[in-house]
Structure formats: structure tokens, C-alpha cells
């Protein structure tokens, strides 16, 4: 119902107060709004379409620095620092158009700062057209942002650039999520084979079980360092690893990124160094021994010396039907088999004494094959196979023989029944991958000697001590095992190296090296046999302090028509020399005796009898000797044990020089 106007013309009282009413619910309204805005912790900005400020809120102040009056009188383009003036009316016309738009710039603050703002702008068509603005400040959400993008730049450079492989697997299934081209390039795997699959599946882990100690490890502790495993490689190859992996997050996943350090060449380093240091203990117990039986062979081989030289003596002044004749054969037998111990010793401790030369080594294999036959029997087959166009050695001959010898009756005793040895020789030229893993081989040019049986073959953990003096398989009395370690110390004498392969059941092969001699290589001379010693009438100064050798000597020469003047000490042989009427032809000394050794004698002795002839005598080993001066060339040396006969031949021969 229409109420009428009032008198003076005026709205009907109730308009009016309806009118009032609407007015205060809209300040109301605006109020609330205006609350609304300046409290929101985001920027807020009331625009004209050609960009000036209208409204702000105190919110923006604070991110601009800037006072609600200072930004009043300004435009957006006083605050943006990236866009041109053109290029916000054109961003202000897209917003018209699209009724809204959100994006991201920067603003300079008054400092002249500048931060990351997200706008959020919607136009509204009243009064000529407004944009409602908010404006949130994401500086420290960009920060963070770069920062994390930084981060996984870095991440992926480590990732890709790492010399280690470096994968990234799922928690939950196992399967790969990454890998680096170093896993790639190791495991020998392709990417398409890798992605999606499961370590299981591609059968990576040796052993199964690893695997699960590794989650349950990495699941109590959320990592784990260097966890040793073994991987197979997609060739078949087992490699050792050590493995580290924690728990990472990755797009809300729990995944665990895994680094693997090869450690094959590391363990094998170890190894051999391992084996290299036990070589070097057993080379030094070796020549601990060999010190040892070179220490003893002076009084040993004196010993044997006065037995086997009064043993012949007396044999030749018994009766051969009288009973005594027997006995002292058996001891001469005993002292000869004794002094040919003390040879071997000696040769295992590369000190005996040799005389090399340049030789064909198939020639003096060849002149012992008869001898060989007949000690191996006839039950074993020997099979010679000599190399074409051999390069010649320099080497005593008579150890080659023992080399042969001994090795054939090794394999001799490993054959039950009948059997097969072959002897083989041939040219090498071993280059460093030849040696490697082959223990005291060097480069160079050899002549190989092989010598192999298809006997019961060496157990593994008896094929280590083979070449240790003494040791042997065989039961008592029937071996003094000595036969290989004389083998060994003849071939080291010699610059070689000797090698032994076996399987149990399949038999044995030992090959020796001999290092090849550049010199042309002359037919061995055949030394004539020695017959009964001549005797003599020549004057002989015989010097040793040991009493027992010295009356042997003395007994000997003499029995052989000789004139011997003793002297026991080389003050004692100064004076004889000295007071002496006639003439002394020869001077026969031991070598090693207290105050004046036997060469500094000689040297002596000839001021006072220019022309003196000399033969050296001593049981000490060649080294040792050597060490004196004594073995130069055109020196002559008999050493003990001697019979007779030896020493008679060999005064003979220095005195008719």
C-alpha cells in the first residue's frame, strides 16, 4: 500500500527510516569489508583500469615499505620491477577480458629492494571498471624453491657425475626408480632393463639372504655404511661390493638411495698380498735352512772327512777274505752316502760348488735317457720330447742331471703300477701377464724344461711345502726328503724358477726356467775316468787346524810317496816355510782358519818360496769361500770330504801345471 507523502512533500516517515536502516547495514557492510582487508595477511590492492591505486591494505605497507598515503598517489607501474608500462596495460586488458588472472612478478620495495609476489586480479565492472587485487608475498617460498632446485641440480651432478654406482630403488616393491650410467657402465645392465625391475629379478645379489639383512639393517638404523655383499655383473662375473643406503623421500615415496663401491680389485691386492707375504716367510725359512746347512757343512763334512779317509786307509791294509774288509766298505759306503747328503743341502741352499757352461740342454737330457730308464723301470713309459732349435743355458751339467734325475724318481714313486712320464723341453719368451699370479717368474727368454707324471698327483695342502728340505710323504726310511728341495736350490742357483701343478688323481707337472744364454753354445768335452792316483816325490806343506784332518792328509799324501811337512796353524806353516833346507813344490791349506786365512797365507808363503803352488781345501760351502777370494778363476779347490784318490789326482794335477 502506497503511503502518502508527508506535509512538507517530504518521504513517507517509514521510507525514511527504511532508508537509514539500508544506509547503516552498507557502512556496515563496508566497514566489515574495510576490517576484512586490512587484517588479511595478504596484500591487497584496489585498481583503476589504467593501473592507479585506489585502495591498499596494511598488509601490502608492510611488504612494500611504503605508507597507505605514498602508495595512494602511485600506479602498479611504480611498483613493479619487471614489466614496462606497456606491458602491465596489456597484462590489465588480458585481466579485463578474462574477468581474472593469476600470475607471479616482482615488486621493488622502497628500500629499493625487490620481492616475489603471487597476484591474484579479478575486474569488476562498476565505476568505470576495477580490479580487486591480492598480492601475496612468496620471496621465501621462491627462496626455498631455488634453493631445493639447486639442491637437486647438485644432487643429479653427484648423482651422474659419481665414479661409484649410485641407485635409487623403492621401498615398498624394490623395484629401481634411477640408476647412474657408472651402474650402467659396471653391472653391464641397459637403462631399459634396469627401470622397473627388482634387484632380484635381475639377479644382481649373489646371495639372497644379504639382501634381506640389508632392509632389515637399513629399516631399524634408516641407514647403513659400508656393507659388504657380492653382486653378479649382467656377464655372469661376481664382483664385491661395499654397499651404504639411507631412506629418502621422493614425492612422498620412501625410497633408499644406495651407493656401491667396488672393492674386487681392493680384495684381490689383499689377497695377494697375503700370498705374497707367506712366500716371502716360506723364502725365508728356506734360506734360514739353507744358512743353517751351509753353517754345518764345515764340521760335518771334517767329520766325514777323518771317517771316510781313515776307513779307506785302513781298508787298504786289510785282507779282502778277512771279515774287518767287509765292515769298513760298509763304512766308507755310509760316510759316501753322508757326504752326498751334504751335497744336496748344500745345493738346496744354492751354495755348493758348480762348475757351469754354456750347454744344449736337449744334448744332456738326451745322454741320461738310458740311465733314466733304468731308474724308473720298466713298468713306466718314458717319453722324451726334445724342442727344435733350442737356446743354449749356463749351467753346471752335472745338475741337470741330479735336476732330472730326482724329478723322474718323484714321479716314479707317485705312479702305482705301470704309468707314463713325459720330459719335454722347448724355447719361451714369458711376458709380465705370463708372470702374473706365478710366483718368483720374471719376464724374459727361458728354456723350459718339463718333466710330468700321470701319477696319484700332490694334495693342495701339501703342494705349498713340496720344496721344503726334509719334508716328505713317504714313510720312514724310505726318502730323506730332500730330493725336491735340492731340485729347488740347484734352479735358483742357476737364475731359474721352478713351478709345480697337480690334481689328485690326474698326476704332477714341475716345469723349469732357465734363463737362455746369448753365447754360442760348444759340445761338451767327455771327461776321461779318473784312474788309481799316480805317486810322487815332491815336497808338500799340508796346513789345517783340525788335528784329525791334518794326520789324515799327512797319512795320505805319504802313502802316495810324498814328502809332507804338517804345520796346524799358519804361524806354525810361516815357520816350516822359513827353516825348511829344500825346496817345497806345493801348499796344501785349508781355507778358513784363525789369524790368517788360507789365501792370505799362499800370499805370504810365496815371498818366501816364489813359484808355490797351491790347492785350497775346506768343508765350508762355495758362498762362503767365495766371499775370500778363493774361487777366482785359475784357483784350484778340492773340497771335503775327499778319499784318497781324490786328493791324490788333484795334487797331481796342480803340480804338473
Same mark, same amino acid.
Given at each position: 500500500m502506497n503511503q502518502p507523502p508527508g506535509p512538507d512533500g517530504s518521504a513517507p516517515p517509514q521510507m525514511v527510516e527504511r532508508r537509514k536502516h539500508v544506509e547503516a547495514s552498507l557502512q556496515q557492510s563496508e566497514e566489515r569489508h574495510r576490517d576484512i582487508i586490512q587484517t588479511a595477511m595478504d596484500g591487497f590492492w584496489l585498481t583503476d583500469t589504467r593501473g592507479r591505486l585506489l585502495e591498499v591494505n596494511a598488509a601490502y605497507c608492510r611488504m612494500s615499505g611504503y605508507s597507505e598515503q605514498e602508495l595512494l598517489a602511485m600506479s602498479v607501474a611504480d611498483l613493479e620491477a619487471d614489466e614496462t608500462r606497456e606491458a602491465i596495460a596489456r597484462r590489465i586488458q588480458s585481466v579485463v577480458s578474462a574477468g581474472e588472472m593469476r600470475f607471479e612478478t616482482r615488486h621493488r620495495r622502497k628500500d629499493g629492494d625487490l620481492f616475489e609476489i603471487e597476484v591474484s586480479a579479478k575486474y569488476r565492472p562498476v565505476e568505470g571498471g576495477r580490479m580487486v587485487i591480492f598480492l601475496r608475498d612468496i620471496t621465501e617460498r621462491k627462496r626455498a624453491e631455488e634453493s631445493l632446485r639447486k639442491s637437486e641440480e647438485k644432487f643429479a651432478k653427484a648423482f651422474l657425475a659419481s665414479p661409484e654406482a649410485i641407485t635409487i630403488t623403492s621401498m615398498e616393491d624394490g623395484k629401481y626408480v634411477e640408476v647412474n650410467d657408472v651402474f650402467l657402465r659396471k653391472t653391464g645392465f641397459r637403462r631399459d632393463e634396469v627401470i622397473g625391475r627388482t634387484s632380484i629379478e635381475l639377479g644382481i645379489w649373489v646371495d639372497a639372504a644379504d639382501r634381506q639383512r640389508f632392509l632389515e639393517e637399513l629399516t631399524a638404523k634408516g641407514a647403513l655404511r659400508d656393507f659388504a655383499v657380492s653382486y653378479r655383473m649382467h656377464s655372469g662375473e661376481i664382483r664385491d661390493y661395499l654397499v651404504s643406503g639411507e631412506q629418502i623421500e621422493i614425492e612422498g615415496k620412501t625410497c633408499i638411495l644406495t651407493f656401491a663401491f667396488d672393492i674386487t680389485e681392493r680384495n684381490r691386492a689383499e689377497e695377494e698380498r697375503v700370498r705374497l707375504e707367506a712366500q716371502l716367510r716360506q723364502a725365508q725359512k728356506m734360506e734360514s735352512v739353507g744358512r743353517l746347512a751351509g753353517g754345518v757343512a764345515h764340521d760335518y763334512n771334517n767329520m766325514l772327512g777323518v771317517i771316510l779317509g781313515n776307513a779307506e786307509m785302513a781298508l787298504s791294509q786289510v785282507d779282502p777274505a778277512d771279515p774287518v774288509h767287509a765292515d769298513l766298505q760298509e763304512i766308507i759306503q755310509?760316510?759316501?752316502?753322508?757326504?752326498?747328503?751334504?751335497?744336496?743341502?748344500?745345493?738346496?741352499?744354492?751354495?755348493?760348488?758348480?762348475?757351469?757352461?754354456?750347454?744344449?740342454?736337449?744334448?744332456?737330457?738326451?745322454?741320461?735317457?738310458?740311465?733314466?730308464?733304468?731308474?724308473?723301470?720298466?713298468?713306466?713309459?718314458?717319453?722324451?720330447?726334445?724342442?727344435?732349435?733350442?737356446?743354449p743355458v749356463r749351467v753346471d751339467p752335472s745338475q741337470i742331471d741330479q735336476i732330472v734325475a730326482n724329478l723322474c724318481i718323484n714321479a716314479r714313486d707317485a705312479i702305482a703300477g705301470t704309468g707314463r712320464i713325459a720330459i719335454e723341453t722347448g724355447n719361451v719368451a714369458l711376458s709380465a701377464d705370463d708372470c702374473a699370479g706365478r710366483p718368483g717368474l720374471v719376464p724374459g727368454e727361458y728354456v723350459r724344461l718339463s718333466v710330468q707324471d700321470d701319477g696319484?698327483?700332490?694334495?693342495?695342502?701339501?703342494?705349498?711345502?713340496?720344496?721344503?728340505?726334509?719334508?716328505?710323504?713317504?714313510?720312514?726310511?724310505?726318502?730323506?726328503?730332500?730330493?725336491?728341495?735340492?731340485?729347488?736350490?740347484?734352479?735358483?742357483?742357476?737364475?731359474?724358477?721352478?713351478?709345480?701343478?697337480?690334481? !689328485? #688323481?690326474?698326476?704332477?707337472? @714341475?716345469?723349469?726356467?732357465? =734363463?737362455? &744364454?746369448? %753365447?754360442?753354445? $760348444?759340445?761338451?768335452?767327455k771327461a776321461a775316468r779318473p784312474g788309481a792316483p799316480p805317486g810322487g816325490r815332491e815336497t808338500i806343506l799340508v796346513v789345517e787346524d783340525e788335528p784329525a784332518i791334518l794326520s789324515l792328509a799327512t797319512r795320505m799324501l805319504e802313502k802316495q810317496g810324498y814328502a809332507v811337512l804338517a804345520a796346524k796353524s799358519p804361524?806354525?806353516?810361516?815357520?816350516?816355510?822359513?827353516?825348511?833346507?829344500?825346496?817345497?813344490?806345493?801348499?796344501?791349506?785349508?781355507?778358513?782358519?784363525?789369524?790368517?786365512?788360507?789365501?792370505?797365507?799362499?800370499?805370504?808363503?810365496?815371498?818366501?818360496? !816364489? #813359484?808355490?803352488?797351491?790347492? @785350497?781345501?775346506?768343508?765350508? =760351502?762355495? &758362498?762362503? %769361500?767365495?766371499? $775370500?777370494?778363493?774361487?777366482?778363476?785359475?784357483?784350484?779347490?778340492?773340497?771335503?770330504?775327499?778319499?784318497?784318490?781324490?786328493?791324490?789326482l788333484k795334487v797331481q794335477e796342480v803340480l804338473n801345471r
Amino acid at each position: 500500500m502506497n503511503q502518502p507523502p508527508g506535509p512538507d512533500g517530504s518521504a513517507p516517515p517509514q521510507m525514511v527510516e527504511r532508508r537509514k536502516h539500508v544506509e547503516a547495514s552498507l557502512q556496515q557492510s563496508e566497514e566489515r569489508h574495510r576490517d576484512i582487508i586490512q587484517t588479511a595477511m595478504d596484500g591487497f590492492w584496489l585498481t583503476d583500469t589504467r593501473g592507479r591505486l585506489l585502495e591498499v591494505n596494511a598488509a601490502y605497507c608492510r611488504m612494500s615499505g611504503y605508507s597507505e598515503q605514498e602508495l595512494l598517489a602511485m600506479s602498479v607501474a611504480d611498483l613493479e620491477a619487471d614489466e614496462t608500462r606497456e606491458a602491465i596495460a596489456r597484462r590489465i586488458q588480458s585481466v579485463v577480458s578474462a574477468g581474472e588472472m593469476r600470475f607471479e612478478t616482482r615488486h621493488r620495495r622502497k628500500d629499493g629492494d625487490l620481492f616475489e609476489i603471487e597476484v591474484s586480479a579479478k575486474y569488476r565492472p562498476v565505476e568505470g571498471g576495477r580490479m580487486v587485487i591480492f598480492l601475496r608475498d612468496i620471496t621465501e617460498r621462491k627462496r626455498a624453491e631455488e634453493s631445493l632446485r639447486k639442491s637437486e641440480e647438485k644432487f643429479a651432478k653427484a648423482f651422474l657425475a659419481s665414479p661409484e654406482a649410485i641407485t635409487i630403488t623403492s621401498m615398498e616393491d624394490g623395484k629401481y626408480v634411477e640408476v647412474n650410467d657408472v651402474f650402467l657402465r659396471k653391472t653391464g645392465f641397459r637403462r631399459d632393463e634396469v627401470i622397473g625391475r627388482t634387484s632380484i629379478e635381475l639377479g644382481i645379489w649373489v646371495d639372497a639372504a644379504d639382501r634381506q639383512r640389508f632392509l632389515e639393517e637399513l629399516t631399524a638404523k634408516g641407514a647403513l655404511r659400508d656393507f659388504a655383499v657380492s653382486y653378479r655383473m649382467h656377464s655372469g662375473e661376481i664382483r664385491d661390493y661395499l654397499v651404504s643406503g639411507e631412506q629418502i623421500e621422493i614425492e612422498g615415496k620412501t625410497c633408499i638411495l644406495t651407493f656401491a663401491f667396488d672393492i674386487t680389485e681392493r680384495n684381490r691386492a689383499e689377497e695377494e698380498r697375503v700370498r705374497l707375504e707367506a712366500q716371502l716367510r716360506q723364502a725365508q725359512k728356506m734360506e734360514s735352512v739353507g744358512r743353517l746347512a751351509g753353517g754345518v757343512a764345515h764340521d760335518y763334512n771334517n767329520m766325514l772327512g777323518v771317517i771316510l779317509g781313515n776307513a779307506e786307509m785302513a781298508l787298504s791294509q786289510v785282507d779282502p777274505a778277512d771279515p774287518v774288509h767287509a765292515d769298513l766298505q760298509e763304512i766308507i759306503q755310509a760316510a759316501e752316502r753322508s757326504a752326498r747328503i751334504t751335497r744336496q743341502l748344500l745345493t738346496f741352499a744354492r751354495k755348493q760348488i758348480v762348475a757351469p757352461k754354456v750347454l744344449d740342454l736337449n744334448e744332456t737330457v738326451a745322454g741320461i735317457q738310458q740311465m733314466l730308464a733304468r731308474l724308473i723301470g720298466e713298468d713306466i713309459q718314458l717319453d722324451w720330447q726334445p724342442g727344435p732349435d733350442l737356446w743354449p743355458v749356463r749351467v753346471d751339467p752335472s745338475q741337470i742331471d741330479q735336476i732330472v734325475a730326482n724329478l723322474c724318481i718323484n714321479a716314479r714313486d707317485a705312479i702305482a703300477g705301470t704309468g707314463r712320464i713325459a720330459i719335454e723341453t722347448g724355447n719361451v719368451a714369458l711376458s709380465a701377464d705370463d708372470c702374473a699370479g706365478r710366483p718368483g717368474l720374471v719376464p724374459g727368454e727361458y728354456v723350459r724344461l718339463s718333466v710330468q707324471d700321470d701319477g696319484c698327483g700332490i694334495d693342495a695342502a701339501v703342494l705349498p711345502h713340496i720344496f721344503e728340505p726334509f719334508f716328505t710323504t713317504k714313510g720312514i726310511g724310505e726318502g730323506t726328503g730332500l730330493g725336491l728341495s735340492m731340485v729347488y736350490g740347484a734352479v735358483q742357483q742357476n737364475n731359474g724358477f721352478i713351478t709345480a701343478e697337480s690334481e !689328485p #688323481g690326474k698326476g704332477t707337472t @714341475f716345469t723349469i726356467y732357465l =734363463p737362455r &744364454h746369448l %753365447i754360442e753354445v $760348444r759340445p761338451l768335452e767327455k771327461a776321461a775316468r779318473p784312474g788309481a792316483p799316480p805317486g810322487g816325490r815332491e815336497t808338500i806343506l799340508v796346513v789345517e787346524d783340525e788335528p784329525a784332518i791334518l794326520s789324515l792328509a799327512t797319512r795320505m799324501l805319504e802313502k802316495q810317496g810324498y814328502a809332507v811337512l804338517a804345520a796346524k796353524s799358519p804361524t806354525e806353516a810361516e815357520r816350516l816355510a822359513r827353516d825348511h833346507a829344500d825346496r817345497i813344490h806345493l801348499l796344501v791349506t785349508d781355507v778358513i782358519m784363525p789369524g790368517v786365512n788360507g789365501l792370505e797365507l799362499w800370499r805370504r808363503l810365496s815371498v818366501l818360496r !816364489p #813359484g808355490l803352488k797351491c790347492l @785350497f781345501i775346506s768343508g765350508y =760351502p762355495a &758362498h762362503v %769361500i767365495a766371499e $775370500r777370494g778363493i774361487l777366482a778363476p785359475g784357483t784350484h779347490f778340492i773340497q771335503k770330504p775327499f778319499t784318497r784318490k781324490d786328493l791324490g789326482l788333484k795334487v797331481q794335477e796342480v803340480l804338473n801345471r
